[in-house]
């Protein structure tokens, strides 16, 4: 009787490892959060990141001059440079085919092909690990390095922190947000992400780009995805909202930390990152109702194409 039970729970811990591993490529490229200080303290936020590549110290030197006369200074995080991983890494990020998934178009990174793209229908061969059509690699450090963050502020113990990207413009002052959480909190109770700006800005003509639908994945359908065009006001200062694109500022709460850590460990990227993190199921996205913090205008980005080297 012994012998079967242990033959059975060794059955069980060996498919538990094969399923759990799945997806977990990524995992291993996660970076530690080095060097951390505590420099800041706002009311009602734990701790404030910025992300920025190293090859772009000038990004984030901009970013904190507009920051500073209010008193906040955010800790640097050094972010995984896209460009800089290997075929290997990156076809070991990439979701892989399964039986049961959908075949659609998607880029692959063979090892073959001298680190350039393959664009063909997702699972077509089997060794590459796939992302949604036309994803770069610099788009994938982007993954990379808010995935470390949260990775860093769930090991912390935050219960609610404040990150961003080193492409922000200031438009009003940001110590009214430790009062806006306030008021947000009173008015819905549990949130899980706050969005400082209305939407992201074209980064040419500086309109709106709005989001009212989602991009597919070959592994999961999300539910109810009429939810994605819906926006409701909320009160005078926020709205809430099913869907947007950009990431450049936004405070999390620890129950939206926890959400995406756990549908990103279970699933892998394959989307960018903003249009990855909507689709999870139960996430509570707030806006405000007007920017305070927002994405600069003519900005330069790596995500399509390399940084400058030094």
Same mark, same amino acid.
């Given at each position: %009787? &012994?012998?079967?039970?242990?033959?059975?729970?060794?059955?069980?811990?060996?498919?538990?490892?094969?399923?759990?591993?799945?997806?977990?490529?990524?995992?291993?490229?996660?970076?530690?959060?080095?060097?951390?200080?505590?420099? &800041?303290? !706002?009311?009602?936020?734990?701790?404030?990141? %910025?992300?920025?590549?190293?090859?772009?110290?000038?990004?984030?030197? /901009?970013?904190?001059? $507009?920051?500073?006369?209010?008193? *906040?200074?955010?800790?640097?995080?050094?972010?995984?440079?896209?460009?800089?991983?290997?075929?290997?890494? !990156?076809?070991?990020?990439?979701? /892989?085919? @399964?039986?049961?998934?959908?075949?659609? %178009?998607?880029?692959?990174?063979?090892?073959?092909?001298?680190? $350039?793209?393959?664009?063909?229908?997702?699972? =077509?061969?089997?060794?590459?690990?796939?992302?949604?059509?036309?994803?770069?690699?610099?788009?994938?450090?982007?993954?990379?390095?808010?995935?470390?963050? #949260? $990775?860093?502020?769930?090991?912390?113990?935050?219960?609610?922190?404040?990150?961003?990207?080193?492409?922000?413009?200031?438009?009003?002052?940001?110590?009214?947000?430790?009062? #806006? !959480?306030?008021?947000?909190?009173?008015?819905?109770?549990?949130?899980? %992400?706050?969005?400082?700006?209305?939407? *992201?800005?074209?980064?040419?003509?500086?309109?709106?780009?709005?989001?009212?639908?989602?991009?597919?994945?070959?592994?999961?359908?999300?539910?109810?995805? =009429?939810?994605?065009?819906? @926006?409701?006001? *909320?009160?005078?200062?926020?709205? /809430?909202?099913?869907?947007?694109?950009?990431?450049?500022? *936004?405070?999390?709460?620890?129950?939206? !930390?926890? @959400?995406?850590?756990?549908?990103? @460990?279970?699933?892998?990227?394959?989307?960018?990152?903003?249009?990855?993190?909507?689709?999870?199921?139960?996430?509570?996205?707030?806006?405000?109702?007007?920017?305070?913090?927002?994405?600069?205008?003519?900005?330069?980005?790596? &995500?399509?194409?390399?940084?400058?080297?030094?």
């Amino acid at each position: %009787m &012994n012998i079967i039970l242990n033959a059975r729970m060794l059955k069980i811990s060996f498919i538990f490892l094969c399923f759990s591993s799945l997806f977990a490529g990524f995992e291993n490229y996660i970076k530690k959060a080095e060097g951390k200080t505590y420099t &800041n303290k !706002i009311r009602n936020i734990d701790f404030i990141y %910025m992300i920025n590549l190293d090859k772009r110290p000038e990004k984030f030197e /901009k970013s904190c001059k $507009q920051l500073y006369p209010y008193g *906040i200074y955010p800790y640097r995080f050094s972010a995984v440079n896209g460009w800089e991983l290997t075929v290997e890494a !990156i076809n070991d990020i990439g979701l /892989k085919y @399964k039986p049961g998934m959908v075949r659609i %178009m998607s880029t692959c990174y063979p090892p073959d092909y001298n680190g $350039q793209p393959r664009h063909e229908l997702f699972g =077509k061969d089997k060794n590459c690990g796939y992302f949604c059509h036309c994803l770069a690699p610099g788009t994938i450090g982007i993954f990379l390095s808010h995935i470390s963050v #949260l $990775q860093d502020a769930y090991d912390s113990g935050y219960e609610r922190i404040w990150v961003m990207e080193d492409d922000i413009e200031v438009v009003r002052n940001p110590n009214i947000i430790p009062d #806006l !959480i306030d008021e947000l909190t009173f008015l819905v109770g549990d949130w899980d %992400m706050f969005f400082t700006d209305v939407d *992201i800005r074209n980064n040419s003509t500086g309109k709106y780009v709005p989001c009212k639908g989602y991009a597919k994945r070959p592994d999961f359908v999300p539910a109810n995805t =009429k939810r994605f065009h819906k @926006k409701k006001r *909320i009160g005078k200062n926020f709205r /809430k909202i099913g869907a947007r694109f950009g990431a450049t500022s *936004i405070i999390y709460n620890r129950s939206g !930390i926890e @959400k995406l850590l756990n549908f990103f @460990k279970k699933y892998g990227p394959f989307l960018p990152y903003d249009m990855d993190n909507y689709i999870v199921n139960g996430i509570k996205m707030y806006t405000v109702s007007k920017d305070i913090i927002t994405n600069r205008i003519n900005a330069p980005s790596d &995500n399509g194409t390399p940084p400058p080297d030094d």
